[in-house]
């Protein structure tokens, strides 16, 4: 009799327990139900805020408080439905809010001076072996192709067009008389334009394992030396110095930098850096595509002295001088980050 006496009420106790969890749980599916509609209504809330970087105090609020609600939700699914997918699907949006609310503020302004300052003059010390052996490269073809059309002049017919060639012959450099011809305008472009495929184009190619930016540096350097030699022999080459001098300096720099950037983008396949050879080229683009930014903004400042300044006649030599140098400096202290307030040097 005590025994059955004192098992009565714990079972009681147990029957009621289990009444009030069935009640408690029947409650918590109604107000799981309840809140579907808000769900639905999540999805192009979040995609809103992914898309804007920069939100409100009230926006900021709202997604908080959003991120509390869709928290004590998701716990709830978890306990009442762990078997259903609604845990799963509450999940993935907990997840992109969570990085929503978490991420780093973006300000254009202090990229801009980052990406300026730090990172294209880490990219270019990191391309100190290759700006020197590209720029070793392109001289050594200037020379050799001075060399080959001073010896053998009939080889000019490889590297020039007949009818730059007859113009130079008849005592006239093919850049006289641009101004006339094409307004200064439309000549900037065209020529900045093609100073940036060329460019492009030295970078491209060293996805061929850099052979491809060897071929092309020593190509433009033997029409350059070639073309030199070919003007020297009819008494032009005075004249064609004094047309490249004002952007030249740089037009060069920036090729041989671009050309830098192809060969590490080759070396990354040659030698992968990273677990395989798609992470490894993956994160030679990304790190030498900063330094081609910089690059376009050089060659479209390139583009407009070669467009108004280099065919004037008018123009004097010595501020041909002043400008091509000048600006080759401006271009090194861009590289470097002392143009954009960059004070300390960069960490090797």
């Known amino acids: 009799m005590g025994t059955n006496n004192t098992s009565e009420p714990v079972l009681r106790t147990a029957s009621h327990l289990s009444r009030v969890t069935s009640a408690s749980e029947s409650g918590l599916k109604a107000w799981l139900t309840s809140r579907i509609e808000a769900w639905r209504e999540l999805g192009p809330t979040l995609e809103g805020l992914e898309r804007k970087h920069r939100h409100g105090a009230p926006e900021a609020l709202k997604a908080i408080e959003i991120y509390r609600a869709l928290g004590r ?29 978490h991420r780093k503020p973006h300000d254009w302004r202090a990229s801009l001076r980052v990406l300026f300052r730090e990172e294209i003059p880490a990219v270019v010390r990191d391309l100190r072996t290759p700006i020197f052996w590209v720029s070793l490269l392109f001289a050594l073809s200037v020379v050799a192709g001075w060399w080959l059309v001073s010896a053998y002049p009939e080889l000019i017919g490889l590297l020039a067009s007949e009818e730059t060639i007859n113009q130079v012959e008849r005592g006239r450099l ?47 350097g033997l ?47 040659i030698r992968p850096t990273h677990a395989t050879r798609r992470d490894s ?19 479209i400042g390139c583009g407009f002295i070669e467009g108004y300044l280099s065919p004037d006649p008018d123009f004097p030599m010595i501020n041909r001088l002043i400008v091509g140098i000048g600006y080759w400096i401006i271009m090194i202290g861009a590289l470097t980050g002392r143009l954009f307030g960059r004070t300390k040097p960069v960490d090797g």
């Open 174 to 220: 093919w850049t006289d008389g641009l101004l006339n011809v094409v307004p200064s305008s439309i000549l900037s472009v065209g020529i900045l334009t093609n100073n940036i495929v060329v460019s492009l184009m030295a970078y491209c190619v060293g996805v061929f394992f850099g052979l491809g930016t060897f071929y092309l540096i020593s190509m433009n």
């Open 281 to 299: 080229f993956q994160h030679a683009i990304a790190k030498t595509g900063r330094l081609l930014v910089l690059c376009t903004l050089l060659l």
């Open 223 to 269: 029409m350059i030396g070639a073309m030199f030699a070919f003007t020297q022999q009819h008494g032009l080459a005075g004249e064609l110095g004094k047309f490249v001098t004002a952007h030249g300096f740089v037009e060069l720099s920036v090729i041989c930098l671009a050309g830098a950037a192809g060969v590490m983008v080759g070396e990354s396949l």
């Open 73 to 101: 939700d998701l716990s709830i699914a978890r306990r009442i439905l762990p078997a259903s997918r609604t845990p799963q699907a509450l999940e993935q949006r907990y997840a992109r809010l969570h990085a929503i609310i």
